[in-house]
């Protein structure tokens, strides 16, 4: 039985509810959304563990969250933090399977940026040991989202569009796409990563800040036939490149990356070209997919991590208690993710 402190240190959530603004996952200072707290350590009910944290990382959710730009409303006061790695040390009635593990989790409750953090059982993946507390803690919403999505691609032909290429996720489908004999064409904004997306299996890498990127798209989608555009950034180059893919093409929205809201130029391809926008979000995915199909993704998910197919690249790491005055800094730092630790 673990002895467990009388209360815990959490950066909370300083508003309530959603915001109403799209300003993007971007922050200038995290005392505008957050603030420091000495809380109790919560209680894990029914169905429900507590963990102790080992790592949490920083994802573009956690940032549209905490300013209120999220699909659900913020809870003031609560932790922040979607996901995280760490040791379950109290279990709720029907959980106690989960008792002692170390695991992955998506923070259901209470937020992943504190010491102890409780969720649902269902939240959590018991880690493999070959798999490293830093991949532990970016294991679930990335990974689980990469695999769901690349699936989704490849019914639709072999060639797909990635837009943010260099981000996390970008670089998880690209090689995913890669290794299932795909075609993944990688849109990145800074030309010194198109050699980095091309090693990670990019088929075509184009620099959105190329004047001629829309007329180089063109040419590429005639020659591949693209019909999948996952899109990050949802800004009016998206839809423009959305434009000069061929009939039947879909352009799949799930993050929002781009501050500006794209217009749309040419409607007559949703009717005569059979073409459509639709978005993804794996909060639907997790809720429609059967549970035996998403254990063998997670089982695979952990596969590539543990041999190298996949890794956590990781551009800074910061402690809970330095997290307040250094995250805006560190965000700006490409190619990674923020960790934080206790
Ligand atoms: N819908 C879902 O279920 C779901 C699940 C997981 C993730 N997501 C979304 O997937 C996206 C990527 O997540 P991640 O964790 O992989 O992100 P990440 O690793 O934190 O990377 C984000 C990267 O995107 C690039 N970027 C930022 N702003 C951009 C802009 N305006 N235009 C083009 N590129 C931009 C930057 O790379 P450079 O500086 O190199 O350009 C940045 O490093 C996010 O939008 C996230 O919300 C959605």
């Not at 593990?101 to 269902?122: K, N, P």
């Not at 904004?189 to 075509?204: I, N, P, S, Y």
């Not at 997919?289 to 197919?309: C, L, N």
Request: glycine share 8%; hydrophobic share 45%.
């Amino acid at each position: 039985m673990t002895t467990l402190p009388a209360s815990m240190f959490a950066t909370i959530l300083k508003h309530d509810g959603y915001s109403g603004t799209m300003t993007g996952p971007v922050i200038e200072n995290a005392a505008d959304w957050l603030t420091e707290a000495e809380l109790p350590i919560p209680e894990p009910g029914p169905g429900q563990v507590l963990i102790r944290l080992r790592t949490a990382s920083v994802n573009p959710s956690d940032l549209h969250f905490i300013k209120g730009e999220y699909g659900q409303p913020r809870v003031q006061g609560t932790p922040a933090g979607f996901e995280g790695c760490g040791d379950v040390v109290a279990a709720g009635k029907g959980a106690e399977a989960l008792q002692d593990l170390r695991v992955a989790f998506v923070a259901a409750g209470s937020g992943a940026w504190a010491e102890y953090v409780v969720t649902q059982m269902q939240m959590c993946i018991p880690l493999r040991p070959d798999i490293s507390d830093d991949d532990g803690a970016a294991q679930i919403i990335n990974p689980l989202t990469a695999m769901a999505m690349v699936d989704m691609a490849k019914e639709d032909g072999d060639a797909f569009v990635i837009s943010a290429a260099t981000s996390q996720l970008g670089k998880l489908m690209c090689s995913l796409g890669r290794d299932l004999g795909l075609k993944p064409i990688a849109l990145v904004r800074r030309t010194e990563t198109v050699e980095t997306l091309k090693q990670l299996g990019a088929a075509e890498v184009l620099v959105t800040t190329d004047a001629d990127v829309v007329q180089k798209f063109a040419d590429i989608s005639a020659t591949l036939k693209p019909r999948v555009f996952l899109d990050a950034v949802m800004d009016q180059l998206s839809e423009q490149l959305f434009c000069a893919m061929p009939n039947r093409a879909r352009w799949v929205c799930y993050g929002k990356l781009g501050s500006d809201a794209p217009t749309l130029t040419q409607t007559g391809q949703l009717i005569f070209m059979g073409k459509r926008i639709e978005g993804f979000w794996l909060t639907q995915w997790m809720m429609s997919t059967p549970p035996a199909d998403q254990m063998r993704v997670v089982t695979e998910v952990q596969a590539r991590f543990a041999d190298g197919r996949w890794k956590t690249d990781v551009s800074e790491r910061l402690t809970l208690r330095n997290l307040m005055p250094n995250l805006a800094a560190a965000l700006k730092k490409s190619d990674g993710k923020v960790i934080i630790t206790p």
